[in-house]
Nanobody, 121 residues
Framework: QVQLVESGGGLVQAGGSLRLSCAAS????????MGWYRQAPGKQRELVAR???????VYADSVKGRFSISRDNAKNTVWLQMNVLKPEDTAVYYC???????????????WGKGTLVTVSS
């Protein structure tokens, strides 16, 4: 199995910064995409940012220029640097990893349990 452990959430004032991290462990042969999603109360889960194994990145329009995603393949870790935070960024942030557990295994999607980010105005 693959386990994801997220950290870095918390309470911050508008305009502040937070850095989320997500470490994958367990039976991992290789990791494809790594990403962050978020879900605000009463809303659907949405993509925040995603990074491929080749370091290509995709960002939601709402966070472009403020958030930055990066990864360390040797550590199976992905980070989300969040700057100029706004109250509308308040949500539970989930790490997602697409990985395979062996050379012949199919790619599977794994989710972290989520970390709460609260931005006060």
């Amino acid at each position: 199995q693959v386990q994801l452990v997220e950290s870095g959430g918390g309470l911050v004032q508008a305009g502040g910064s937070l850095r989320l991290s997500c470490a994958a462990s367990g039976s991992i042969f290789s990791i494809d995409n790594m990403g962050w999603y978020r879900q605000a109360p009463g809303k659907q889960r949405e993509l925040v940012a995603r990074i491929t194994s080749g370091d290509n990145t995709v960002y939601a329009d709402s966070v472009k220029g403020r958030f930055s995603i990066s990864r360390d393949n040797a550590k199976n870790t992905v980070w989300l640097q969040m700057n100029v935070l706004k109250p509308e960024d308040t949500a539970v942030y989930y790490c997602q990893v697409v990985a395979r557990q062996s050379l012949i295994a199919t790619l599977e999607v794994y989710w972290g349990k989520g970390t709460l980010v609260t931005v006060s105005s």
